[in-house]
C-alpha cells in the first residue's frame, strides 16, 4: 500500500514542480541581463550612441524594427526591468508619437499579461490558499473592484509597472479584466511619453555634443544625466491623477449610495 501511495504522489509532485518553470526561466533571464550588463542597454545613454544607426535600421526595416521594438518591450516588462518609460519614449522617437505610443501600450500590456499568468500559475493560488484571512480579505475585496483599483494603479503612473502585475496575480484577478484595465489604463501615459518622445531632437544633439566632448577631452566615465521620468510635469501628473480618480468614480459612487441607503433605512 505505501508502494502505491508513493507511486500515485510521484506524478501529482512533478506535476507540482512543473508550474515554477516558467518563473524559473524569469529569474533566470533577470540573472542573466544583471550578470552580463545587458540592462545598461535599455539607457538613454546607450540610446545616443546607437540612435543613428537605430534610426537607418527604422527607415530601411520599418515593419522588422517594430517587430523587434515590440519583442524587446514584451521581453522587458515580462522580466520585470524598469524600462517601460525609457522604451516607450524612444518608441515615440523612433516610430511617431501615434504609433509609438500605441505599440508601446500594446507591448505593455502584452509583457504584463505574461508575468501576470507567470506569478498566478507559480505563486500566486498557493500563496493565497496558505496566506492568513486578513490577506484573503483583501484579495476577495480587490477581486470584486479589480477593474477600477487595476485602471487606477495603470493611469497613476507613481506605482512600479512590475508589482501592480504581482498584486493583481497573487489577489486572483481575472485575466479578462487585467488585460482590459491594463490595456486603457496604459494609453494616456504610453502616448504622453511617446509624443515627449518625438520631440526630442534637440534634447538628444544636447547630449549627445556634451558626451562627445566629453570623451574628446579623455573623459573616462562620461555618463549622460537625463531620466525620461523628469517628462511628467506637475501639470500632466495633475491630469493623470484626475483620471485616475475619475476610474474610482464608479466605485466610490456605489459605496457612497449603499451608505445612503443604510443611513436611510
Not at 57 to 86: C, D, N, Q, W
Not at 151 to 176: E, K
Request: one cysteine or more.
Amino acid at each position: 500500500m505505501a508502494g502505491v501511495s508513493q507511486k500515485s504522489e510521484g506524478p501529482g509532485r512533478a506535476s507540482g514542480l512543473w508550474r515554477f518553470l516558467p518563473l524559473g526561466v524569469v529569474l533566470v533571464g533577470v540573472i542573466a541581463m544583471f550578470a552580463t550588463g545587458l540592462h545598461h542597454s535599455l539607457s538613454f545613454e546607450a540610446f545616443i550612441d546607437y540612435q543613428d544607426r537605430l534610426q537607418h535600421l527604422v527607415a530601411e526595416h520599418r515593419i522588422k524594427m517594430l517587430g523587434l521594438y515590440v519583442l524587446v518591450y514584451v521581453a522587458a516588462v515580462t522580466l520585470s526591468l524598469p524600462a517601460s518609460a525609457f522604451l516607450t519614449t524612444i518608441g515615440g522617437y523612433l516610430f511617431g508619437w501615434i504609433l509609438g505610443g500605441g505599440i508601446a501600450a500594446f507591448s505593455a500590456t502584452i509583457g504584463a499579461t505574461s508575468i501576470f499568468l507567470i506569478a498566478r500559475t507559480s505563486l500566486g493560488q498557493p500563496l493565497l490558499d496558505r496566506a492568513g484571512p486578513r490577506i484573503q480579505s483583501f484579495a476577495e475585496g480587490f477581486q470584486r473592484r479589480a477593474f477600477s483599483y487595476l485602471l487606477f494603479l495603470r493611469l497613476m503612473p507613481v506605482v512600479p509597472f512590475w508589482i501592480t502585475n504581482l498584486a493583481a496575480a497573487f489577489s486572483g484577478v481575472r485575466l479578462r479584466q487585467f488585460v482590459l484595465a491594463t490595456q486603457i489604463g496604459m494609453l494616456p501615459a504610453s502616448f504622453t511619453f511617446a509624443f515627449a518622445g518625438s520631440g526630442l531632437d534637440d534634447v538628444i544633439g544636447a547630449h549627445a555634443q556634451a558626451r562627445s566632448e566629453c570623451l574628446a577631452r579623455g573623459g573616462g566615465s562620461c555618463p549622460v544625466d537625463f531620466d525620461v521620468k523628469s517628462l511628467l510635469t506637475p501639470e500632466l501628473m495633475i491630469a493623470l491623477g484626475i483620471l485616475g480618480v475619475l476610474a474610482l468614480a464608479p466605485m466610490l459612487y456605489r459605496r457612497l449610495k449603499r451608505g445612503a441607503s443604510g443611513s436611510g433605512a
